[in-house]
């Protein structure tokens, strides 16, 4: 992915409302032994694959990118 998508990304996110619907330390409504780390939620007024909002997790102390995950050997 080149950088005009990061940016662009970048905008999306700076632009749009974010809704946390899972609060850290909830539990999944589907799965209760799963408990969220980080919060959880979506942009508002944003569509993904799946027909709901954009997913966004808050909590990690800085950005990370899937670029990021590359370089490190995460991915």
Do not use: Q
């Amino acid at each position: 992915m080149d950088d005009n998508f990061w940016a662009a990304l970048d905008k999306l996110v700076s632009e749009s409302k974010v809704i946390i619907d899972r609060p850290k330390g909830s539990r999944h409504p589907k799965y209760p032994n799963c408990i969220y780390p980080l919060d959880y939620g979506y942009l508002d007024n944003t569509s993904s694959m799946d027909g709901n909002g954009i997913d966004r997790l808050e909590g990690f102390g800085r950005r990370l990118h899937r670029r990021d995950h590359l370089h490190s050997g995460l991915a």
